[in-house]
């Protein structure tokens, strides 16, 4: 039997489930039966890693069996990843990398380990094959029609290939796969993540057509200054999918790639076209400094200094504090919190909110002056 399938949908078992419960409270029978599988717990959604396998010298797919809360997604959709490390708990959001409706039950996330970036080294190096680790459900508004998609442009960069290749996966996997043009950047030919996989889908199907876009030189290092020379541009779209005004959009990758191609496809009113998935928030330009102060996280008691800039998750989190979170980028919710007095900036529009008790999101929010916060 699949340990991730519990038989939820029976009905003694719902009625042994309510009897059990009663015994069980303060808690649940589901917070003991995690004890036994973690993935037939009902009141969590966790996932078992079953395989790790390194793509680049710094991305690592990691195949996952869900438990048995999970259900079926889009490829492209992303889901929330907790990480616990040393007691405390991250949550960070990515893709889903593999095809729809496996028929082993697992998905694979694939990670890049990005310099100082303390969650995703622990993700990349220290994670391991047996490891339980919670998940949400699958997200996002980032997918494949359902209907044949018509000649799809796909255009990535670095890590924003894994929506990508879940796409391309599917495409294989039910046979449908459309006449597609893909341009991807990545620094060097060493670093394209899944590279063996899109040569097997170039080898496999000539209306594939990948650009692979080395963006530095040979031998250069990678913290040596970037040029654009190789970066997106008309003249470099033009040679590499010239037929690019009839082709529906799907772009991922780093924020001033997806600004430059929004721009682009917005200066030809084919704006409706483009489609792109982004994994931080869109931060708007201030004429204003930030405007530093005091921020007090009331439920803890901790007072720190701000920059006015920071957002106050992050300013929370470098405090030793654990405020909820999810996303990181203004669209869940998760981090939702009682401003108590005070005035913060949203850093996404610079609206400024400063009634006592609204709802902020820290994670887009700075403070201007002294803030209480009530975390
Ligand atoms: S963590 Fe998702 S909105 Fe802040």
Redesign the pocket.
């Known amino acids: 039997m699949d340990v991730s399938t519990a038989p939820r949908g029976n009905a003694v078992f719902r009625l042994v489930k309510t009897v059990s419960d009663a015994f069980a409270f303060p808690l649940k029978a589901s917070h003991y039966i995690e004890l036994v599988n973690p993935l037939w717990a009902d009141h969590t959604l966790q996932a078992r890693i079953e395989k790790v396998w390194d793509e680049t010298s710094t991305a690592r797919t990691l195949t996952l069996r869900p438990g048995g809360n999970w259900r079926s997604f889009k490829p492209g959709q992303h889901l929330r990843v907790g990480i616990p490390i040393g007691g405390r708990h991250f949550?960070r959001t990515y893709s889903i990398s593999s095809a729809t409706e496996p028929m082993d039950g697992c998905f694979t996330i694939t990670v890049k380990a990005i310099p100082n970036g303390f969650v995703s080294n622990h993700i990349v190096r220290q994670l391991k094959v047996g490891d339980y680790i919670p998940i949400g459900i699958p997200q996002g508004d980032f997918y494949l029609p359902d209907a044949q998609p018509v000649r799809p442009l796909f255009i990535t960069a670095g890590s924003g290939i894994t929506p990508i290749m879940s796409m391309l996966s599917t495409l294989d996997k039910e046979e449908r796969f459309p006449d597609a043009c893909h341009i991807h950047y990545a620094p060097h030919a060493q670093d394209v993540i899944f590279s063996k996989a899109l040569t097997a889908l170039e080898n496999k199907y000539n209306r594939y057509h990948l650009s692979r876009v080395f963006t530095r030189e040979v031998g250069a290092d990678l913290n040596a200054p970037v040029s654009t020379h190789h970066h997106f541009s008309e003249a470099q779209l033009m040679s590499l999918c010239p037929d690019w005004r009839e082709r529906d959009v799907y772009a991922c990758g780093p924020q001033s790639l997806l600004d430059a191609l929004e721009a682009f496809w917005d200066q030809q009113g084919l704006r409706r076209q483009l489609h792109t998935e982004r994994f931080r928030a869109t931060l708007a330009t201030s004429s204003q400094p930030g405007q530093a102060g005091r921020v007090s996280f009331s439920k803890s008691g901790t007072v720190v200094d701000s920059d006015g800039t920071t957002n106050l998750?992050r300013i929370a989190e470098d405090n030793g504090l654990n405020p909820e979170?999810?996303?990181?980028?203004?669209?869940?919710?998760?981090?939702?919190a009682k401003l108590v007095e005070g005035c913060v900036r949203d850093l996404r529009t610079n609206a400024l909110l400063s009634e006592a008790g609204q709802v902020i999101?820290?994670?887009?929010c700075a403070s201007v002056g002294d803030a209480t916060i009530d975390v």
Do not use: A, E, P, S
Request: charged share 10%; aromatic share 0%; with cysteine.
């Open positions: 949550t998750l979170h999810g996303c990181r980028m203004g669209i869940c919710h998760g981090c939702d999101q820290i994670c887009v």
